[in-house]
């Protein structure tokens, strides 16, 4: 119980802390639009009954690039003009992960799998000697490092996105569902506080200078 308590606490307050960030910044770079009133599924996109954004029908009806192929159909039947785009690395990896409250939860789970890396790392560390198991420090070691490191971030990004599989081998179903219900109002009200803060900042930036 208390273990729940506890992960509920550490990841509500960073999933809040991220939704916020994440959400002002996509708004403030025109990625989101903060007069959407429908919540954005997968990229952004509202997936039901191929609706887009604005709640009008697109030719996508609620198919993604890979569900056309599979159809036969070309990729010019696939309307990805309403896709949200980044070039900001954050944006992009919240992207990366679908976006929306999956995403933000993914994008917490990343973070932490990193940092715990990190850690890891520097209470691990023995020296050079041991980091390069006696090997000298050439081209060789170094493009044996990238790919170590490219495999590392692939098997995070993998270990990320299906997150629900470490909540579910060790809570009972009532308490993950407890656990996604608090997750999902941390991120819509923190969605909410950065539509409030853009619009302060807007109309800060529209009144006069007396």
Known sequence: MWALVW?????????????????LLAYKRGVLDPNDPTEPDE??????????SDGSKSGNHG????????????????????VPKSDNPILKKW??????????????????????????FIVNWQGIDAFTNGQ???????????VSFFVEQIQNFVAAIIWPTDYLPHYTIVECAVFVVI??????????????SLNTDNKDAQSPIN
Not at 10 to 23: D, I, K, N, R
Request: hydrophobic share 45%; charged share 25%.
């Open 7 to 23: 992960e509920i606490f550490y990841m509500g307050c960073t999933v809040f802390m991220a939704s916020y960030g994440l959400h």
């Open 43 to 52: 990229y952004g996109l509202n997936m039901d009954m191929g609706l887009d």
């Open 63 to 82: 198919l993604g690039t890979s569900d056309w192929i599979d159809l036969g159909l070309d990729d010019d039947d696939y309307d990805d003009k309403d």
């Open 95 to 120: 992207l990366d992960f679908g976006g929306g409250f999956y995403g933000i939860v993914a994008f917490v789970k990343l973070i932490f799998i990193e940092l715990k890396q990190i850690r890891d």
């Open 136 to 146: 000298p420090i050439d081209l060789g070691f170094l493009i044996g490092l990238f």
């Open 183 to 196: 997750m999902y109002g941390l991120y819509a009200l923190a969605r909410k506080f950065a539509i409030d």
